[in-house]
Each structure stands twice: as structure tokens, then as C-alpha cells.
């Protein structure tokens, strides 16, 4: 006996598995043939990938193409604690982690430990060559972080001109945020579609705009000057226990700025471990008295007026001149100075009185030909432009005072750029820290040329004031230490008395010194500012420090001495006026 | 029997005619094409997909080796300054001083040749 089949079963499977497939083939064909426009869009929304490509700023090199700052990729290198404990390597990762990273094996092994961490980070900014060492221990339990950061290879040298980028990639300092713009490069953007795991599908890019990198900028520094320049700060700091020192030398004949540095100093690789006083930059950032060293202006001034020569006598009242209610002092006491000699052992009383005769209106016009109370327009953010009032707000004894350096706020930038016009024949041009810049396809956009701003003085005074400025270093003179075999130097030195607490200290100085080599023929002007040394003066504190950095500059630039009979040798014979 | 014969040419005739209308040689054309086309499509699709890894891969090395210039030039940077120099200088003992100006010989450009070449009467092109 044979059982009957159910067909009618078999038909109703077959009818359900119909329907079924019937109705997943119709919501296909719906999916992929019908409107359904958000749909579409939600598709789209998850395939299509738009994203900016990130470009490099660009470098920043000195004068001879060495570098100075660069983007870099580095990585954050973490581990999974978790992962360490339940295998029991944290001992042996540590000590060779920490032997890669210079990190004390404890302190590692102390991260390692921390229950129910995921991610814990061992290391910042690390280096591929380091990140390969740590690869190839094999340890699955590190992992890293990618990350674009600015680096200064050369550390803290010039680190006050070139400034910094912060973590958001913005220069906020220096060169880097006067020249953010140009730095920064543009962006590129991509429009494209990813498969489902993401990947892109090279096909369906549809929209590829290439980033442009950033300008590559080159200094007229020179990373040799620049460095011994530093070195001598540093020096001149340790001798003198002073609260800061800062120093530029610059080219007479281009007015490009060949060093520049400040003391105390800061790394812009860790610029947020520094002070904001570490990080001024106190070339022209740091408004103050300039004292003695301002009597070289007003002297041209005079000279420039011819109401004076050089071979006239000065009654310098033996060191102490009562004019309009007050007493002015000399710091060594002279009866009779020729004009030669007070500015050779730098006499108050003896200018104060020249300048009685230039009056208030010239000696005012002469000192903003001079460039002070204005910026001298240098490529670095904050610059002051000093203090000069005008000669409405002069008291009766705001001449006298004026004309030695005192009631007058200057920068060292502005004093450096005002001895260059005597070598100069009177020009005085803009001082400049960019050369050129390069755009990324190679092509320059910028080459400095000098720049003219005014001419205070003839040419003829300019050249008697190097003359007589060569009397300051020779044997007698306040700035006989900063001579140097083979070479002239016409200089002065200056020690003008701080303001503590509203009055002037005779403890507390600035002690400086400005000059120019050879004194032939200048080819570079360097200041050199001491704040609040113990030694005080400017001859004692400042002077060394301008030997030592001249001394190497002529020698890095080949600038050769002057021959013997071409040289300036007075022997107490005072040059006059050249007619 | 002649009758039967013809009709059965007819039938013959008529058989291939008939066949000829099913698979029509148009038809066999289009398809042909249609499968030259999507075979082409496909080709194309691959060899695009092909050249878009390609891409791929060489964009990741231009990227790698871009950052390895960059960390070789940071590095040569760093070993060259001034501050390293010293460094090394001092690690090794070497001390550098500065040549006296006795020991300095400076070339200067002479009009030596002008004078020659007019000696000689020779053309000068400078």
C-alpha cells in the first residue's frame, strides 16, 4: 500500500518560495530602477570621500642655503597597557623602549602597569629612525599616532628671528607669523568614492586639486655669524651676571641683517616651556635710555651744521655744569676737550653744550632723519619704534639730556642702523632680514634690494665721524677693548643708568657698545647691549663682547685689513672738517 | 512522382528559410557587438582599476620617499650646524684656529689678458 503525495504541499512551498523570491526581485528592481532619491543620496552620502590634503609650510634657509625650519612627520608612540600585563612583557619592553627613546626603563614600566588602560603615551615627536628601531622589536603592543610638526634643526640659534608655529600649524612668532601667509602654502582638495572597506576607488576620483606647498624663505643671516654671535652672549651673560644681553651685526653697504640674537634665549622646538621674556626678542622688542652711545647723533648733527670743528675747545666745567636749576655731571671730570675728545672719553657736559648751539628744532630733525621714535620697518612683528618726543613736550632741560641719551627711548636696531650711515656716506637704508623668496614651482617672487630711507648727514661728515669714532678704541679711549689685530674699529661705548622703581640707579646699568669695522672703509655695524652687568660699563661689559664677534665676522666674510698706509692713525692729531 | 519530388524541394526550401528567420544574421551582429562592447567595458574597468592601484601605490611611495628626503635633510641639517661642528670638534680634540693674514694669498681679478690681447693685437670680447 502506497501512501498518497501531498501535492498540494509541494505546490504551496513552491508558491511561498515563488512569492518570496517574486517580491525580493521586485524591491530589487524598485532599489535599482526606481526614484528613491533619498536613498540614492544616503548611497552617495556614505561612497563619496571629500577631504583637503594637507600641504607642508615652507622651509625657511639662512643666507647659504642651510636649513632652518622645516615641517616633519613624526609619530606619538603609545602602548596598550592591557595587552602588556595579560601577556607579561611590560619588563622587557620597557628597558628596550627606553633604551630607543632615552626614557628611564622605570618610567615606562610604570605606564605599562596602569590597569584598564587601552592607550597610554610613552613618547612624543619620535623620529622614523626611531620608529623603525621600535618595529623591528616586534612588540604588537605599540602603536603610533601620525603627526606634521614644525622643527628647528638648528635648535634655539636664531630662534627669536625665526619665531614658531603652534600646534595648530599658525606662525606665532618671527618670521613664521610675519610670513604666515606665504609660509602656509594652500591646501589641496579631493573629491573621490571608497569601496566598503573604505578604500578609495581610484576610477571614481572626480575632483583632484594638488596642494601647493609654502614659500621657502632665505634669511641674510648667516648661521656661522649668528652662531658666534651667541656664543659670545652667552659668555658675555656668564662674565657679567647680567639679567639679558642681545647684539646684531649688520651690513653697511646693503643694510642686511647678518646676525641677530637676543639673551635669555628660548627653544622653538618647546617654545611653551619658555617665558615670554625668554622669547622677546629684545634687539627691538626692548625699548630703552641708550646713554652715551647716542652722543655719536648728535655730534654728526653738529658736525653736519659745521658749528663746530673737531679741533675746537670744550670748557667741560671739570666734570660738573649747572644749567637751567640742575647739575650735569661728567663720569671722569675735564677742563678743556677739543670736540674730538668729548666724544673720545664721552663728556656730558661738552656735548650738552655743542648741542645748546645746534638747538632744539635741528638736533629733533636730525634725530628722525637718524630714524629714532619710528620702526625701522624690519621683517619681524612687534618692533618698537622707541621713544622721541616731540619738541612742544621738551622741557628747558630736555636739550641737554636729549642729546646724551637720555629722555629718548631707542631700540638696539635703531642705534646699529644709525652708526651705518657713517659708513654709508650718510645714506641710511632699511634694514632687512629677507633676501628672497622662493615660490614651490621654484620661481623667485621676492629679492631684497636696498632701500633708501633718508640721508641725515653728508657724506663728507659721515666719513670724519668714522675718523673720529676710531679715537674711541684707541689707547686711551672707553673702548679700547674692542681693538683686534689688523683692523680699525671705530666705535663708542655707552653705560646709561636704569630706572629702578622711577629714579635713575647708579647700580644698575646698560651697558653697550656700537661700532664699525674697518673704520677705512665700514663694511659691518654691530651693537652690542648688556643689560645690568656687574662689571657696569659699557667699555668693560660690552666692548670684549664687540671684539669677539667682529673679530670672527671679518674673518667668515674675508674682509680684508686695511693696508698700513690707507689706515687711520691720529696719534693725537685731530682730523678736521673736509672741505 | 515528379510531383512528389518537387514538393518535397519545396518542403527543403522552406525548411531553411525558416531557420535563416530565427537566428537572423543582424541580430547575431548585435549580439556580437554587445559582447565586444561589454567585454571591452570590462576590460577597461580592470585596467582602470589596475592603473588606479598603480596610482595608489606610487602616490604611497612619493609620500614615503618625500618624508624620508625631509628626515635625511633635517638630519644633515642638524649634523652641519655650527653647534655640532664645535661638538664634534671637542669629542675628537681638534682644535681650529683661524688663518693669520700672512698665511691668507686673495686672488684679484688682473687685466692681465686685456694687456696681453692688446699686445698681441688680438680680439678682446670682454
Not at chain 1, 625665526?162 to 604666515?180: C, D, F, R, T
Amino acid at each position: 500500500m502506497t501512501e498518497q503525495r501531498p501535492w498540494w504541499r509541494v505546490g504551496l512551498v513552491v508558491l511561498v518560495f515563488a512569492g518570496v523570491w517574486t517580491g525580493l526581485g521586485m524591491r530589487l528592481a524598485y532599489l535599482h530602477l526606481g526614484e528613491n532619491r533619498d536613498l540614492h543620496a544616503k548611497v552617495a552620502s556614505i561612497r563619496s570621500f571629500e577631504k583637503d590634503v594637507s600641504v607642508a609650510r615652507g622651509k625657511i634657509y639662512d643666507r647659504e642655503g642651510n636649513l632652518l625650519a622645516l615641517d616633519l612627520r613624526t609619530r606619538h608612540v603609545s602602548v596598550n597597557p592591557t595587552a602588556i600585563q595579560e601577556k607579561g612583557v611590560g619588563r622587557s619592553l620597557a628597558v628596550r623602549l627606553g633604551q630607543i627613546l632615552d626614557i628611564p626603563p622605570a618610567t615606562i614600566y610604570a605606564t605599562t602597569q596602569k590597569p584598564g588602560r587601552k592607550q597610554e603615551y610613552i613618547a612624543k615627536f619620535v623620529h622614523d629612525d626611531k620608529v623603525k628601531a621600535i618595529n623591528e622589536l616586534g612588540f604588537s603592543e605599540v602603536f603610533y599616532d601620525e603627526i606634521s610638526t614644525r622643527y628647528y634643526p638648528q635648535e634655539s640659534l636664531m630662534s627669536h628671528i625665526l619665531g614658531y608655529v603652534n600646534y595648530e600649524g599658525v606662525g606665532s612668532a618671527g618670521i613664521e607669523l610675519k610670513y604666515n601667509k606665504s609660509l602656509r602654502g594652500v591646501p589641496g582638495y579631493r573629491s573621490t568614492q571608497v569601496d566598503g572597506e573604505g578604500r578609495e576607488i581610484l576610477a571614481l576620483r572626480s575632483l583632484d586639486i594638488a596642494p601647493v606647498e609654502g614659500d621657502s624663505i632665505y634669511l641674510t643671516l648667516d648661521q656661522n655669524i649668528q652662531y658666534f654671535t651667541e656664543a659670545a652672549l652667552d659668555r658675555a651673560m656668564a662674565t657679567n651676571r647680567a639679567l639679558g644681553a642681545w647684539a646684531i651685526v649688520q651690513d653697511v653697504k646693503t643694510g642686511e641683517i647678518l646676525a641677530m640674537a637676543s639673551r635669555p634665549t628660548f627653544n622653538p622646538n618647546q617654545y611653551n616651556q619658555y617665558s615670554d621674556v625668554e622669547r622677546r626678542n629684545s634687539t627691538i622688542g626692548y625699548v630703552y635710555e641708550p646713554g652715551s652711545i647716542f652722543k655719536v647723533a648728535s655730534i654728526a648733527a653738529i658736525l653736519n651744521e659745521r658749528l663746530f670743528r673737531p679741533a675746537d675747545v670744550i670748557d667741560c666745567e671739570n666734570g660738573a655744569w649747572f644749567y637751567s636749576g640742575r647739575v650735569l655731571r661728567d663720569y671722569h671730570a675735564y677742563d678743556r676737550l677739543t670736540v674730538a675728545d668729548v666724544l673720545k672719553k664721552s663728556s656730558n657736559i661738552g656735548t650738552a653744550k655743542m648741542a645748546l648751539e645746534l638747538g632744539e628744532d635741528r638736533l629733533y630733525r636730525y634725530l628722525r632723519g637718524f630714524g629714532f621714535g619710528e620702526r625701522t620697518g624690519i621683517e619681524l612683528p612687534a618692533e618698537e619704534a622707541g621713544i622721541l618726543h616731540g619738541v612742544p613736550s621738551w622741557s628747558s632741560l630736555s636739550l641737554t639730556r636729549v642729546c646724551i641719551g637720555y629722555e629718548v627711548g631707542v631700540t638696539a636696531l635703531q642705534m646699529v642702523n644709525m652708526i651705518s650711515v657713517f659708513g654709508n656716506h650718510g645714506y641710511r637704508l632699511k634694514p632687512h632680514l629677507i633676501k628672497r623668496i622662493v615660490g614651490s614651482d621654484g620661481m623667485v617672487k621676492y629679492e631684497a634690494q636696498p632701500e633708501v630711507l633718508s640721508r641725515p648727514i653728508r657724506g663728507d661728515t659721515a666719513r670724519l665721524m668714522c675718523k673720529l669714532l676710531t679715537r674711541v678704541t684707541e689707547p686711551g679711549g672707553t673702548g679700547r677693548r674692542a681693538r683686534f689685530d689688523g683692523y680699525t674699529v671705530a666705535g663708542k661705548t655707552g653705560t646709561a643708568e636704569k630706572i629702578i622703581d622711577g629714579t635713575y640707579s647708579s647700580k644698575h646699568n646698560m651697558a653697550s657698545f656700537l661700532g664699525l669695522v674697518p673704520a677705512e672703509d665700514p663694511r659691518i655695524a654691530i651693537i652690542v647691549v648688556v643689560d645690568d652687568p656687574e662689571t657696569r660699563t659699557g667699555g668693560v661689559a660690552a666692548a670684549p663682547v664687540f671684539r669677539e664677534i667682529a673679530e670672527n665676522t671679518v674673518k667668515l666674510l674675508d674682509i680684508p685689513p686695511i693696508p698700513e698706509d690707507l689706515t687711520y692713525v691720529f696719534n693725537e692729531e685731530i682730523p678736521d672738517v673736509e672741505q | 512522382m515528379t510531383r512528389k519530388r518537387s514538393r518535397n524541394r519545396v518542403k527543403t526550401r522552406t525548411r531553411k528559410t525558416m531557420a535563416v528567420k530565427v537566428f537572423p544574421g543582424a541580430f547575431a551582429s548585435l549580439l556580437l557587438l554587445a559582447t565586444v562592447l561589454s567585454l571591452g567595458y570590462l576590460w577597461l574597468g580592470s585596467r582602470c582599476d589596475n592603473l588606479g592601484r598603480q596610482i595608489s601605490s606610487l602616490e604611497k611611495q612619493l609620500d614615503q620617499k618625500q618624508r624620508e628626503v625631509l628626515n635625511e635633510k633635517f638630519k644633515w641639517s642638524n649634523m652641519t650646524s655650527t653647534l655640532q661642528i664645535e661638538k664634534l670638534l671637542q669629542k675628537h680634540g681638534i682644535e681650529m684656529t683661524w688663518p693669520s693674514e700672512e698665511s691668507v694669498v686673495r686672488l684679484r681679478r688682473t687685466d692681465t689678458h686685456l694687456q696681453l690681447a692688446q699686445a698681441t693685437g688680438g680680439v678682446v670680447n670682454d
